[in-house]
């Protein structure tokens, strides 16, 4: 970044992890930057107690994306804390989650770097290891499991992200976390079983985990889809497939 760039700039961006859902999962940094915000740029997921914790006199914009409805663009969202470090002092891209997680938050750092603006990361708890906890489920576990991926389920567009080669993901790890996987989970549930993972694999849905509405759907790889179908059991998810959902039966018992 040369002179002449850091001089248009009187900010700082933070891109701040708002984590899972329960805001007492959110961080103490993340807190206190909130506390000070001059503007806050947040997404749809982040829950109404952590968008509390803001500054009363900040700046707040909607930038949230959910299925089938945007209202932001993702430049529009980079150019617009591009175009608020200009004037104010501390810009916080508020997301759920982790940035770093499925949020988009290397690219907006790298559009941010590019223009010349200082920028933070913040991370945040991910929801891929937090609502299988509070649902009893350890990602890993020296009885069930000694590795997991993290993947996407969601391919739309195509733009962000190459396809998702499953067939590599049945056998990289013994635990699988989805994220954003209840739209394409038939084509999930196929192609894990097409590249030889047993049908009787446990699967769990965890819906709006960490937060008061946390509901899980628990079933096995030959039965998810149409225990969805039957229960119309909805987005935003995340899906736990492997060994340890067999956990969720002892485990929850002790998040009573």
């Known amino acids: 970044m040369n002179n002449e760039q850091s001089q248009k700039y009187v900010g700082k961006v933070y891109l701040v992890g708002a984590g899972p859902g329960d805001p007492g999962l959110m961080t103490l940094k993340g807190k206190g930057i909130l506390e000070c915000a001059d503007v806050v740029v947040y997404d749809a997921l982040v829950s109404p107690q952590i968008l509390l914790m803001i500054n009363p006199q900040a700046e707040k914009i909607d930038a949230g994306k959910r299925m089938g409805r945007h209202s932001l663009l993702q430049e529009e969202t980079t150019q617009l804390l591009i175009e608020k470090a200009k004037t104010q002092a501390v810009v916080v891209r508020l997301k759920g989650g982790d940035p770093f997680v499925f949020g988009r938050g ?147 018992k002790g998040e009573k």
């Open 106 to 252: 290397g690219e907006e750092m790298e559009d941010l770097v590019k223009a010349g603006v200082s920028v933070e990361v913040v991370p945040g708890i991910t929801s891929g290891i937090a609502a299988p906890a509070y649902a009893g489920i350890p990602v890993t576990h020296r009885g069930y499991s000694s590795s997991v991926t993290f993947v996407t389920g969601h391919e739309g567009a195509g733009k962000y992200r190459p396809a998702v080669n499953w067939q590599a993901i049945a056998h990289g790890s013994e635990t699988i976390v989805v994220y954003m996987g209840i739209h394409n989970l038939s084509h999930i549930v196929g192609e894990l079983s097409s590249a030889g993972l047993s049908q009787q694999t446990p699967v769990a849905l965890i819906r709006w985990g960490t937060t008061p509405q946390q509901e899980e759907l628990i079933g096995t790889l030959e039965t998810i889809v149409a225990q969805v179908e039957a229960t119309g059991f909805s987005a935003p998810a995340i899906a736990a497939i492997g060994n340890v959902v067999n956990l969720h039966g002892i485990l929850a």
